[in-house]
């Protein structure tokens, strides 16, 4: 292991020790920033093959096994789906809290974070901004009194998976929304298509999904309702990667006292 930046924060009181996977990359980068900030919370450990950026006092390592265990009480996983299950085993065997913010595991893998949340407190996200957790609630209760409904997400364009982990799960709570008002799934109006896919991808409850990737964005989402005369849009927009910042804090504060898997953040919200 090898020292990032010299030196320590000096802190009184309780402070929870992190360890971010991912640690060299564009979220990692931002999350060590954000979270060594705060009082409460010390990056203790930049977890990535590659060398981090010097941005706080913080020790590199390539991978979670050469640390101590006994040094870290939460790992946040900003990386990959494959090193997502690295970290969950390692948590896993160790008793470590989990967090991850990483989205597009397989079956086989979110197999493996089901596994380790047997063992230790996990909280898994799709997103951990707090304005796209109301702008999801804010969707679910609009859900009931509007005929139709799609959702437009739009992201950079390094972002490798489609659909977004967010649309997915605003998609599921409109779903459940409209299904405990009693109203049916929703059925495509759309008999004739010319391109295939123009329509984009069908969510739960028929909800359509549509996916934008470009250049300059960061991280966007459109819901779209719509009823006799009128429509709503509700958009919540992400301009930089500090926006996750203090869902993933409040993630880290908790997931200690959750013991299980804990899909979202929502439940740590007042």
């Not at 719509?226 to 996750?244: A, K, N, V």
């Amino acid at each position: 292991m090898a020292a990032v930046v010299a030196g320590s924060k000096r802190y009184s009181g309780t402070v929870i020790n992190l360890a971010i996977v991912g640690g060299s990359g564009r979220m990692g980068q931002v999350m060590a920033v954000g979270l060594q900030a705060m009082d409460d919370l010390n990056v203790a450990f930049l977890i990535d093959p590659y060398q981090p950026n010097a941005v706080v006092p913080a020790i590199w390592a390539k991978q979670l096994s050469e640390l101590d265990a006994s040094s870290i009480d939460c790992v946040v996983d900003f990386s990959v789906p494959e090193s997502v299950v690295t970290s969950a085993n390692w948590c896993g065997e160790h008793h470590v809290a989990l967090v991850v913010g990483t989205t597009g595991l397989s079956d086989e893998q979110m197999n493996a974070v089901k596994t380790c949340s047997l063992a230790t407190g996990v909280v898994m996200a799709a997103n951990f901004s707090i304005g796209a957790l109301l702008s999801e609630r804010f969707g679910a209760l609009a859900a009931p009194y509007f005929d139709r409904v799609e959702i437009i997400e739009l992201h950079h364009d390094r972002k490798i998976d489609a659909p977004s982990g967010t649309s997915l799960a605003t998609a599921r709570a409109i779903a459940s929304a409209r299904a405990e008002a009693g109203l049916d799934a929703l059925d495509d109006p759309t008999t004739r298509h010319t391109l295939d896919g123009a329509r984009g991808a069908t969510a739960d409850g028929g909800i359509k999904i549509h996916s934008v990737r470009l250049p300059g964005l960061t991280a966007h989402q459109e819901i779209l309702f719509g009823g006799p005369g009128e429509g709503l849009t509700i958009r919540h927009d992400s301009f930089e990667r500090t926006s996750f910042v203090h869902g993933v804090a409040l993630a880290v504060r908790n997931v200690s006292s959750a013991p299980g898997l804990t899909l979202g953040i929502d439940s740590f919200l007042p």
